[in-house]
């Protein structure tokens, strides 16, 4: 088995225009998060402008790009209708539930309409973009991954020497508007320090699956450098549900592969990320919010689920009050106060059930459990695809923990990612690997 599956290049011969794959790749993992870091620079928890605000919340720049893509696609021959038709029947059925659900939610028991409808769109875009993205990636070749994963490593490169420039570049904290930087939301582009962990998870995790998998007689090669960057980042902001994340990929991995990683490659894994903890903890800005513990004579000041226990709770106890369609897409914002600054319950099942009730959660589980299981199928059969599933499974494993499926950034990106993996599955004369 070989992750790097040099023997396969399809499409090699085309420009990147006409490989859909790579531009699709490029968006997620370097146009976007730079668009979005040049569009919301901030050093505080919120742009000045409350317009701009909103828009960094419900993350615009990727919803605008989601239609891009649908747009793109149409030039090049997709059909909503036609795409419909040609989905398996359980799929439309679920679709509709869904949409139904989301239709209902929204127009008739939302306490914000407005609010709950601008994110049922969005959810509905999110949904052509998924059709249209398969649509560009079924039509042609499968680049080699020794393609794709280098367009990944140059957005990690590029957005962590942005964010260290920002950082290192701040101004001095009495010209901000509350007298100080908020390292923790001073991310160029994220929200958070938390999900900028979250993003990072999910890049160490392309990396993390090919250094320790792949057939390379021992060499060191630059997955090696790559991973050593990522898992450093990740370590660097913090984020407990990220770690958390990379250990379990790597576990789903071997179980899935049915082998443990040969010992040298092991070793290789354990070096780099040694190397990653020591350059986190050397450029730790003065902020707790970038500590995965942060302790006071050997006890921890916070608690381990940071609040997420009460959340979860608040915002079960408030669907029931509408257990079969919910409050409205989004209705955790203004339905459930835990006493922290929230959009969302930090948890995917809480978040379906608080949105769109019984009627809404199960068809949305459905199809996305549809997704995950012909994603998974496909990279079984054809293993060098199997880091790119991993960096999906990583976001989709932090949504239990944190909104994952509520922001545009990640759910594009899971989006094509699982697309990607499907597709190469469905192109013409394609190999198995083993």
């Not at 199997?386 to 989709?396: E, K, T, W």
């Not at 923990?401 to 594009?412: A, D």
Request: hydrophobic share 55%.
């Amino acid at each position: 088995m070989q992750l790097r599956s040099g023997a396969y290049s399809g499409g090699q011969a085309h420009s990147i225009v006409r490989e859909p794959a790579l531009v699709l790749v490029a968006l997620i993992a370097i146009v976007m998060p730079i668009v979005s870091a040049l569009v919301y620079p901030t050093y505080i928890h919120h742009m000045l402008s409350p317009q701009a605000e909103f828009s960094r919340l419900i993350e615009l720049p990727f919803v605008v790009s989601e239609v891009a893509v649908v747009l793109w696609a149409g030039r090049q021959g997709f059909d909503l209708s036609s795409a419909w038709r040609a989905l398996p029947r359980d799929i439309r059925i679920a679709a509709g539930v869904l949409l139904l659900a989301i239709g209902v939610s929204a127009l008739l028991i939302s306490n914000n309409f407005a609010y709950s409808l601008t994110h049922s769109l969005i959810v509905l875009i999110h949904l052509v973009f998924a059709l249209a993205v398969y649509h560009l990636l079924a039509r042609r070749s499968i680049p080699a991954p020794d393609r794709i994963a280098p367009l990944i490593a140059v957005g990690a490169i590029v957005l962590v020497l942005y964010t260290a420039w920002w950082l290192l570049t701040a101004p001095p904290p009495e010209t901000q508007l509350y007298g100080k930087i908020e390292w923790h939301a001073a991310l160029p582009g994220f929200i958070s320090v938390r999900h900028f962990g979250a993003w990072y998870a999910g890049l160490s995790s392309v990396f993390a699956l090919r250094i320790l998998f792949a057939e390379r007689d021992g060499r060191i090669g630059w997955d090696h450098l790559f991973y050593c960057l990522t898992a450093a980042a990740l370590v660097w902001s913090g984020t407990r549900a990220g770690v958390l994340a990379l250990m379990v990929v790597v576990g789903i991995a071997m179980l899935s592969l049915r082998r443990i990683p040969p010992a040298r490659n092991i070793g290789h894994a354990a070096i780099l990320t040694g190397f990653a903890l020591c350059l986190a903890w050397i450029a730790i800005p003065p902020d707790d919010s970038f500590r995965l513990w942060n302790l006071n004579e050997g006890r921890l000041t916070e608690s381990i689920d940071a609040g997420r226990f009460l959340a979860w709770k608040l915002g079960i106890e408030r669907w029931t009050d509408s257990p079969l369609f919910g409050w409205g897409t989004g209705s955790f914002l203004w339905e459930v106060d835990p006493g922290f600054p929230h959009t969302q319950p930090h948890n995917v099942i809480v978040q379906f059930l608080i949105s769109w009730g019984i009627m809404g959660a199960i068809p949305a589980f459905w199809l996305l459990g549809r997704a995950i299981r012909s994603a998974h199928t496909s990279a079984l059969a054809h293993r060098e695809m199997l880091p790119f599933l991993g960096m999906a499974y990583a976001l989709l494993l932090q949504s239990l923990l944190e909104g994952m499926l509520h922001y545009p950034r990640f759910i594009e990106a899971i989006i094509v990612l699982l697309a990607l993996v499907i597709a190469r599955a469905h192109q013409p004369g394609a190999a198995t690997t083993h």
